[in-house]
């Protein structure tokens, strides 16, 4: 019986990591599952717009010039892709564009990228705070939806996309034009009645 019981505590304690594992991939999952059925946009946009981001880096990183020269950081919501980042010319934050218009799937793309020498780590910082703000007070925000509204911030400025009415719109904007530290609000929404 004592052997019986030990192997089966040896079995188990083997077992733990990989069990561990599932439930982790399965929180995810029911996670991402959860985020997608409160999204207005379909779950094929929803998954073509992780791809989109994806494959647009992807791109980018390949291009040597870009890689060793710019930050830039892709951003996609309902097929409309936002570049955000800096790059030291004009040249190659048009070259950032037209590796971001190739992929058939992108319905339109927000070149944001500003000519500058790339962000420091603390401007880094500032904006991952800019955006865990935001997203705090839109959620804290009662009679407000913002499961609706992505958030990006970089170097000071607030990136809000979304499918929004013109009052959630309005409200997002309202909130985070408060904020300490938000020098610009850029807004890329579209509407719906």
Excluded at 46 to 64: A, G, L, P, W
Excluded at 140 to 147: I, L, P, R, W
Aim: hydrophobic share 40%; net charge neutral.
């Amino acid at each position: 019986m004592f052997k019986r019981t030990l192997t089966i505590v040896i079995i188990l304690f083997v077992s733990l990591p990989v069990l561990t594992g599932c439930v982790s991939a399965v929180v995810a999952g029911a996670a991402v599952s959860a985020d997608m059925a409160s999204d207005r946009r379909s779950s094929g946009t929803y998954i073509d717009d992780q791809s989109i981001e994806i494959q647009i880096s992807d791109n980018i990183r390949s291009d040597e010039t870009l890689r060793n020269s710019a930050s830039i950081s892709v951003v996609s919501y309902n097929r409309v892709v936002l570049l955000v980042g800096q790059a030291p010319s004009r040249e190659l934050k048009d070259r950032a564009s037209t590796i971001a218009r190739k992929l058939n799937q992108v319905k339109s793309v927000h070149n944001e990228i500003r000519i500058s020498t790339p962000s420091s780590m603390l401007s880094t910082t500032n904006d991952t705070w800019l955006t865990t703000k935001a997203k705090s007070l839109m959620l804290a925000e009662k009679d407000f939806s913002s499961n609706h509204i992505k958030v990006y911030s970089e170097n000071g400025e607030i990136f809000l996309m979304g499918i929004v009415t013109k009052a959630e719109a309005d409200k997002a904007i309202a909130i985070v034009r408060n904020i300490d530290g938000v020098e610009r609000v850029v807004q890329l929404f579209e509407y719906i009645q």
